[in-house]
């Protein structure tokens, strides 16, 4: 009884020390700070989807001329230079607002305003790119109902999941989780068991380049890739949620990002060297089904259904759930500081931000319903927002740090943030014209709309609006 009770009172302690540091920046605690390690660590991986690169498989294999391991590889690459960045920001400013409060933080209220606007390109989107996955596969296996129905339901779904609160949200993510990993362990075994009967053989071409393939090749998927590890971003939005605040979110951070990054290399490159050599997948459902084909022509049809049914019902509507999550609490941190609508900031009794996951939901069943057909065009547009955040995130990094505070941290503060800006640059540079038409069309309206709140007189401060 004596342990319990003083393990309740060091628990206490650490959650009044970081509720102090909210004050200190400015903020006052709102969300049910309730969440341990593994719960965020769960959260992030349950965000990432340990089987991702199933939706986009016949996308990254087409534009990488086969080359898919190389595309997973150099993105988690590029990821972890971006990863580290977070950490440090999550130590330094342990805020709910994910990227956008940490390069508000680190650099100007501004300049957090234009990433926010940047990332918020990715949240408003994902919702509806995921559950259009989800309705995409289960269309192609009832197909008596039309795809838009199938998001309709996904998002509804989505959405009451997230109003009963984080702590049932982070039950169910338990489950979905083992779910995943129990059929992509069996798909593993499997590819093994076939590579090791001759029935289908190891190439170094999936991880680099042939001569039918080029580096170029490879960079201009990595767009598409990354779609798979955005959701390091996400865990960052549990700040304010999380059992010793941005400690939890640092180490979640790293953890999360290597254990998807094998998780992803691993699986893309047992698929690809089961796809035999020269293969093309054609436009439209050959290119999306593409993953689920292999498997049913390579292994089983039963298993090849097995795995659609798990990607569509588990893990991609336990990522739409996350996302949702991770959205509203975006959309509420802005609200929370002028920036966006203020009722958007309103927390339920559950203390969660109920109407942000309504705005978030009602959005998504609009996006979904009209992207049905435009998986390609959501998916470089959810990206595209992603990567400029990120850019500005390492350029926070480098400004508080090294500017401010004359770190002698080279690699952490200086080295990992420049390379990995240099490296996102190039990837953008690569990404589809017309998603980066959009995406700066996007962070123009931003700006407009940053220069219509100084011109009001709101400037960029916490305010009602």
């Known amino acids: 009884m004596t342990e319990r009770t003083d393990a309740k009172a060091v628990a206490g302690e650490h959650m009044d020390t970081e509720n102090a540091r909210l004050n200190e920046l400015g903020y006052k605690p709102e969300l049910s700070r309730s969440l341990s390690l593994a719960d965020v660590v769960i959260y992030g991986l349950i965000y990432m989807v340990p089987i991702a690169p199933i939706s986009v498989f016949g996308v990254v294999y087409n534009l990488s001329v086969g080359a898919a391991g190389a595309v997973y590889l150099i993105t988690a690459l590029v990821m972890t230079f971006s990863a580290l960045s977070y950490r440090e920001m999550a130590l330094q400013f342990p805020v709910a607002g994910s990227v956008y409060s940490y390069v508000r933080l680190g650099t100007s209220t501004f300049v957090g305003f234009i990433s926010g606007w940047a990332i918020l390109l990715d949240y408003l989107l994902l919702p509806a790119l995921l559950c259009v996955f989800a309705s995409l596969a289960m269309a192609s296996l009832v197909t008596f109902v039309p795809g838009w129905v199938w998001v309709i339901l996904f998002v509804a779904a989505t959405a009451l999941i997230n109003i009963m609160g984080v702590s049932v949200t982070a039950r169910m993510n338990k489950i979905f989780l083992c779910i995943q990993l129990a059929v992509l362990t069996v798909f593993v075994g499997w590819a093994i068991v076939l590579i090791a009967s001759g029935d289908a053989h190891l190439s170094l071409d999936v991880l680099i380049p042939s001569s039918n393939s080029s580096w170029a090749l490879v960079a201009s998927a990595v767009p598409i890739a990354a779609l798979s590890f955005v959701g390091f971003d996400a865990i960052s939005t549990l700040n304010e949620e999380?059992?010793?605040?941005?400690?939890?979110?640092?180490?979640?951070?790293?953890?999360?990002?290597?254990?998807?990054?094998?998780?992803?290399?691993?699986?893309?490159?047992?698929?690809?060297?089961?796809?035999?050599?020269?293969?093309?997948?054609?436009?439209?459902?050959?290119?999306?089904?593409?993953?689920?084909?292999?498997?049913?022509?390579?292994?089983?049809?039963?298993?090849?259904?097995?795995?659609?049914?798990?990607?569509?019902?588990?893990?991609?509507?336990?990522?739409?759930?996350?996302?949702?999550?991770?959205?509203?609490?975006?959309?509420?941190?802005?609200?929370?500081?002028?920036?966006?609508?203020?009722?958007?900031?309103?927390?339920?009794?559950?203390?969660?931000?109920?109407?942000?996951?309504?705005?978030?939901?009602?959005?998504?069943?609009?996006?979904?319903?009209?992207?049905?057909?435009?998986?390609?065009?959501?998916?470089?547009?959810?990206?595209?927002?992603?990567?400029?955040?990120?850019?500005?995130?390492?350029?926070?990094?480098?400004?508080?740090?090294?500017?401010?505070?004359?770190?002698?941290?080279?690699?952490?503060?200086?080295?990992?943030?420049?390379?990995?800006?240099?490296?996102?640059?190039?990837?953008?540079?690569?990404?589809?014209?017309?998603?980066?038409?959009?995406?700066?069309?996007?962070?123009?309206?931003?700006?407009?709309?940053?220069?219509?709140?100084?011109?009001?007189?709101?400037?960029?401060?916490?305010?009602?609006?």
């Open 242 to 465: 999380a059992e010793h605040g941005g400690a939890t979110v640092a180490r979640a951070t790293i953890l999360v990002m290597w254990c998807v990054g094998v998780l992803f290399v691993l699986q893309v490159c047992l698929a690809a060297v089961l796809v035999p050599t020269g293969t093309t997948f054609a436009e439209g459902d050959d290119t999306n089904n593409a993953f689920y084909d292999i498997v049913s022509h390579s292994m089983s049809s039963w298993f090849g259904t097995v795995v659609l049914l798990t990607n569509a019902l588990i893990a991609l509507f336990a990522n739409a759930i996350a996302s949702n999550a991770t959205s509203s609490r975006l959309v509420f941190s802005m609200a929370r500081d002028g920036q966006l609508p203020r009722f958007l900031s309103r927390v339920s009794d559950r203390m969660v931000p109920r109407n942000a996951m309504l705005f978030i939901a009602v959005l998504s069943v609009g996006v979904g319903v009209l992207g049905v057909e435009q998986a390609g065009l959501l998916i470089t547009l959810v990206t595209f927002g992603a990567l400029t955040a990120y850019i500005l995130l390492n350029v926070a990094v480098v400004n508080h740090f090294v500017i401010r505070g004359k770190s002698r941290r080279i690699f952490l503060h200086l080295i990992s943030p420049v390379v990995g800006t240099a490296i996102l640059l190039f990837a953008l540079w690569s990404a589809n014209p017309h998603a980066k038409i959009l995406g700066i069309s996007w962070v123009v309206v931003g700006l407009g709309v940053a220069a219509y709140l100084k011109a009001s007189g709101r400037s960029m401060q916490q305010s009602d609006l």
